[in-house]
């Protein structure tokens, strides 16, 4: 089997993206790789498909339990036995895997790092035992003390290639400047490896920066026209975390905390609600996200300053993996800028110290620009970009300049009255005249004091951030840093040199990247089908399949097995457990609207609108399922309406769940009154998250249909 056939046989795509093919071809010969690809860019794919290929063992070297969860359920379910050995399972599961891997029935192994080489571990010495034929080291940057995420347990992973060394190595990761990268090619040893490094660029993704001024109510303005989307919320602190979780609850959201300082259970368990979109919002510091792949996170936001670029991107790339639209929002202030500019030294290390306030400079400066954010992205990773990309914030804005000499005068002579002894946020309030206790009885008698009273607080910090871009002010690099004056300063206080100012003039209308026509009635089907497939699965929605294959199928309506094959992610395992399941709602739904197959017009990305319904300009409300509501309200079973709507039962339970979900529909309908109470007190035990030990637990007196039906209901009461 070629690659690019098992690219389609268990994958579901008929082409590589980025280097993939090439990465595969080295890893093949028996070559070491360093892999350089954007979050979302399909690395992981870059060792899955040579393991598939390879005749024995493939281990996965991941930091995070969630993460090896994820990937082996994705695997399993694409027909690809893969399995984990972590500290959240048993010893009777671990033994089942140990045995398993002997007698060679798995080919990927995920293990953390301290599992390995930990002192009382035997692991390496079973692992050497076995036909170990590749080794992937994921977010390979955490073994660098220059990465953005350094983690000493990685440092273990520098004896790997003395103990395996002839299986070649794969180092992937989403971020790393040369330093990083160089690093990362010496602790773990690799021979000669082979370098890729893929466009950074995230089309797909917006970005935008805005002042923290009101940032709590610029939220919830962002918030109010996503609330069917799926977000992460970046904060600084813990406590910030679960204060604004809270206050999103408060006000309606769906949305979790998620830090370091949460106990193993509530972190996992927040996870697994938001990785199963039971939960829409994650609110967490930067130790949420590492790995996550859930491909429909529409948006990230940034209610913090990050510390560095590298940080900054991979978080930001954590929306949009399925290619679809997504957004980037990053709140700034100077405020955040000081308050972490004391974190990013390092005690006894002046060199480190230097490079992480570098870091936290250029972070600085991507907030201030008034040129296209994606091409500064680009170039931080030494990647040419042109100086327009069409989607950011600043090259969707129109800039304005004025003459702002006179504010520039005032600016500088306050910080020459001052001394050069005083930050920003003091030189403002002294030029506005802040009544503030703060502001020095001596210096309230200055004539410079309160010149600047008709110019609010946020003007004057852009004015003074364009001073320094400029070069008219600097500020030092003190623990408390100060504003002083520069060479060029004087000319500008004499009258002899012009300053321009910038001033941004309205939003335009942005040039979106445009899903194509679809038709929404159809994909709200589909979405319910899939929610009750994963149920049952116990995974999360997106592992069955992801929204962009969703949104395909509702785009070019394929009639038959053979077309539903043509669509991006069915596999051939994919296509066999649940074509059959998406195909008859299709089909259903193009016999009730007269609607033939588009499967022919499939070329690629066409930029088009949503279909609407013409009678209320909303998306149709999915007439597939209002009939088959209909037939059972006539009296048909779910066996009967199965079968003359030629559907699978499941797709009917899932149509009649929805109206007991909206209320719609009676709960009792579906399930006698007497079971209601049994059903209750084995969800409350056990959680809805897996329907398989539910029915176990109450017997074969109780369908799927009625246990689902009761979640179903529970989940509107909530």
């Not at 690799?190 to 939220?219: D, G, W």
Request: glycine fraction near 6%; proline fraction near 4%.
């Amino acid at each position: 089997m070629t690659p690019l056939q098992a690219l389609q046989k268990y994958f579901g795509y008929t082409q590589f993206r980025h280097q993939q093919e090439a990465i595969i071809k080295q890893l093949m010969s028996g070559g070491d790789a360093m892999v350089l690809m954007p979050t979302g860019g399909g690395k992981s794919l870059c060792y899955q498909l040579p393991a598939v290929l390879l005749p024995g063992l493939t281990i996965v070297i991941s930091p995070l339990i969630a993460l090896m969860k994820d990937q082996v359920d994705s695997l399993n379910i694409n027909g690809i036995p893969a399995a984990y050995i972590n500290s959240s399972q048993t010893t009777g599961e671990q033994q089942d895997i140990i045995s398993r891997l002997r007698s060679g029935q798995i080919k990927l192994l995920y293990l953390a790092p301290e599992r390995l080489f930990s002192s009382e571990s035997r692991l390496v010495s079973f692992l050497k035992s076995l036909n170990v034929n590749l080794i992937a080291i994921d977010e390979a940057h955490c073994i660098s003390h220059w990465g953005h995420d350094f983690r000493p347990e990685y440092l273990m992973l520098s004896s790997f290639k003395t103990e395996f060394p002839s299986v070649p190595v794969i180092a992937l990761t989403a971020t790393a400047d040369n330093l990083t990268r160089e690093d990362i090619k010496e602790k773990l040893a690799l021979h000669n490896p082979a370098e890729f490094v893929s466009s950074f660029n995230r089309p797909n993704i917006s970005y935008k920066v805005s002042p923290k001024k009101n940032s709590y109510q610029q939220l919830l303005s962002f918030l109010d026209e996503r609330k069917e989307d799926s977000g992460i919320i970046y904060c600084l602190s813990r406590a910030s975390t679960e204060d604004l979780a809270a206050d999103l609850r408060a006000a309606g959201y769906l949305a979790s905390a998620y830090h370091a300082g949460l106990d193993q259970e509530t972190k996992a368990r927040n996870q697994e609600q938001f990785l199963r979109d039971e939960v829409k919002i994650m609110v967490a510091t930067i130790a949420f996200g590492m790995g996550i792949n859930k491909s429909n996170v529409r948006y990230v936001v940034h209610y913090d300053l990050p510390k560095n670029i590298e940080g900054y991107y991979q978080e930001t790339g954590r929306a949009g993996r399925d290619g679809l639209p997504s957004e980037a929002l990053l709140f700034y202030s100077a405020a955040d800028f000081y308050k972490l500019q004391r974190f990013a030294k390092v005690d006894g290390n002046e060199e480190q110290s230097r490079i992480m306030l570098k870091k936290l400079d250029d972070m600085v400066k991507f907030c201030q620009l008034q040129t296209c954010r994606r091409q500064y992205l680009m170039h931080y990773f030494n990647e040419p970009f042109p100086d327009h990309c069409g989607s950011c914030d600043v090259c969707l804005t129109e800039f304005k300049r004025f003459d702002g000499t006179i504010l520039a005068q005032k600016a500088l002579s306050a910080v020459v009255r001052l001394n050069q002894r005083f930050g920003t946020n003091y030189v403002i309030d002294f030029l506005r005249g802040s009544k503030s206790e703060k502001i020095r009885d001596e210096h309230k008698h200055l004539k410079t004091y309160g010149i600047g009273t008709d110019v609010s607080k946020a003007d004057w910090q852009r004015y003074i951030s364009q001073l320094v871009n400029q070069g008219y002010l600097q500020v030092t690099d003190d623990n408390y840093p100060i504003l002083q004056l520069t060479p060029a300063s004087d000319a500008v206080l004499k009258g002899q040199q012009k300053i321009e100012f910038t001033l941004a003039e309205d939003l335009e209308v942005a040039t979106e990247i445009q899903n194509p026509i679809y038709e929404a009635g159809l994909l709200q089907d589909l979405k319910t089908i899939r929610f009750n497939l994963a149920m049952n699965e116990n995974v999360p929605a997106y592992i069955i399949l992801s929204d962009a294959t969703l949104l395909e199928i509702a785009t070019y309506l394929p009639q038959t097995p053979n077309e539903l094959g043509r669509i991006s992610g069915f596999g051939e395992v994919k296509l066999v457990r649940y074509g059959d399941a998406f195909l008859q709602a299709t089909l259903a739904y193009c016999h009730q609207h007269n609607l033939a197959s588009k499967i022919d017009s499939k070329q690629g990305k066409v930029p088009v609108r949503v279909r609407k319904s013409t009678a209320t300009g909303k998306p149709s409300s999915g007439k597939t399922q209002r009939e088959s509501y209909d037939l059972y309200r006539a009296g048909m079973s779910i066996n009967e309406i199965a079968t003359l709507r030629s559907l699978s039962t499941t797709t009917v339970e899932s149509h009649l769940c929805g109206f007991v979900q909206t209320g719609e529909m009676d709960v009792k309908e579906m399930v006698p009154a007497e079971k209601m109470p049994y059903i209750q007190d084995a969800i409350a035990s056990y959680s809805a998250d897996r329907l398989a030990p539910l029915k176990e637990i109450l017997g074969d007196n109780y369908s799927y249909a009625e246990i689902k039906a009761v979640v179903s209901w529970m989940k509107r009461d909530k």
